[in-house]
C-alpha cells in the first residue's frame, strides 16, 4: 500500500460560486495592510546610565515624536543612533522608573492580568514620560487609571500636575477640597493655585460659608419650633401677652 500523501487539492475540496474564497483569485497575492509583519529593528535607548534594546514597532506606532525619529533615518545604516550600545538614542530627561512603566505597558498590555502589581505611582510614572514623548493613547490609559484613586494624590502635586498636563478635572477636583474644608490656604497652596484660581476658591468659599450659614440658621429654627409650646403663633416673647 503506497504511503504517499494526497495532494492538499485532492484533499479539500473547491468552493464553487459565491461561498468561493479570494485565494481563488488568479492575481498574485498582497501583504496585508495591517497582519504583514516585516521585520522588526530593535533600538537601544539610553536612559539614567541604564541600556534597553527594545522592538522599534511601539515607538512607531504610538509616538509620533519616535516615528518621526526612525523614519528619518536611513534604513540600512547601522551607525544611526539606537543601533549599538555605542550609539544608543539619548533619553536626559526620562527617569527609569518611566522608562521601565512604559516597557511594562507595551510588553504587559492591559488585557494582561498584572494590574495588582501597579500602583498609583506606576501609572503617574506612565502618564509623565507618555506626556513628554506624545503617546498619546498611553496617556489616556494613564489618566483612566488614575482618576478614581485622584484624591490619593497630595493637593500640592495634583494642582502642578494639572498645570503641567493642562488638566482641568484634576485642578477642578483641588478647589472643591479646598472649598469644603475647615482651613484656608496656605502660602504653598495659594502659590500653586495662581492668582486667577485663588480668586475662584475666595468666591465659591464665601458661597459655600453663606450656604452654611443659611442651612444652620434653617435648622436652629426648626429645632425652636419643634420646642416651643407657642409653634406657630411666634416666639413667646413677642407674642403680645398682657397680664390678668
Known amino acids: 500500500?503506497?504511503?504517499?500523501?494526497?495532494?492538499?487539492?485532492?484533499?479539500?475540496?473547491?468552493?464553487?460560486?459565491?461561498?468561493?474564497?479570494?485565494?481563488?483569485?488568479?492575481?498574485?497575492?498582497?501583504?496585508?495592510?495591517?497582519?504583514?509583519?516585516?521585520?522588526?529593528?530593535?533600538?537601544?535607548?539610553?536612559?539614567?546610565?541604564?541600556?534597553?534594546?527594545?522592538?522599534?514597532?511601539?515607538?512607531?506606532?504610538?509616538s509620533e515624536i519616535f516615528r518621526d525619529i526612525f523614519r528619518l533615518q536611513p534604513g540600512s545604516n547601522t551607525d544611526c543612533e539606537g543601533t549599538s550600545d555605542e550609539r544608543p538614542i539619548l533619553l536626559p530627561e526620562a527617569k527609569r522608573v518611566e522608562f521601565e512603566a512604559l516597557m511594562d505597558y507595551f510588553y504587559s498590555p492591559p488585557h494582561v492580568q498584572v494590574k495588582s502589581r501597579r500602583g498609583l505611582d506606576f501609572y503617574l510614572n506612565l502618564l509623565s514620560i507618555s506626556h513628554r514623548f506624545v503617546f498619546e493613547e498611553v496617556f489616556q490609559y494613564a489618566l483612566k487609571e488614575i482618576r478614581p484613586n485622584l484624591a490619593q494624590i497630595p493637593i500640592d502635586r495634583r494642582l502642578s500636575l494639572g498645570a503641567k498636563y493642562d488638566l482641568e478635572e484634576w485642578q477642578s477636583s483641588v478647589l472643591n477640597e479646598l472649598v469644603s474644608r475647615p482651613t484656608i490656604l496656605s502660602?504653598?497652596?495659594?502659590?500653586?493655585?495662581?492668582?486667577?484660581?485663588?480668586?475662584?476658591?475666595?468666591?465659591?468659599?464665601?458661597?459655600?460659608q453663606n450656604k452654611r450659614l443659611q442651612d444652620k440658621e434653617k435648622e436652629m429654627?426648626?429645632?425652636?419650633?419643634?420646642?416651643?409650646?407657642?409653634?406657630?403663633?411666634?416666639?413667646p416673647f413677642f407674642s403680645g401677652r398682657t397680664g390678668s
Open 1 to 62: 500500500m503506497s504511503t504517499a500523501k494526497e495532494p492538499l487539492a485532492t484533499i479539500v475540496p473547491s468552493v464553487q460560486g459565491d461561498d468561493a474564497p479570494e485565494a481563488q483569485d488568479q492575481s498574485p497575492p498582497t501583504p496585508d495592510d495591517k497582519y504583514y509583519l516585516k521585520e522588526d529593528p530593535m533600538a537601544i535607548f539610553l536612559v539614567d546610565r541604564r541600556l534597553y534594546r527594545v522592538h522599534r514597532h511601539y515607538f512607531l506606532e504610538e
Open 187 to 208: 502660602k504653598e497652596e495659594a502659590e500653586a493655585l495662581g492668582l486667577e484660581r485663588v480668586l475662584v476658591y475666595i468666591r465659591l468659599r464665601e458661597d459655600v
Open 221 to 235: 429654627e426648626m429645632k425652636w419650633q419643634k420646642l416651643s409650646p407657642f409653634r406657630g403663633r411666634g416666639s
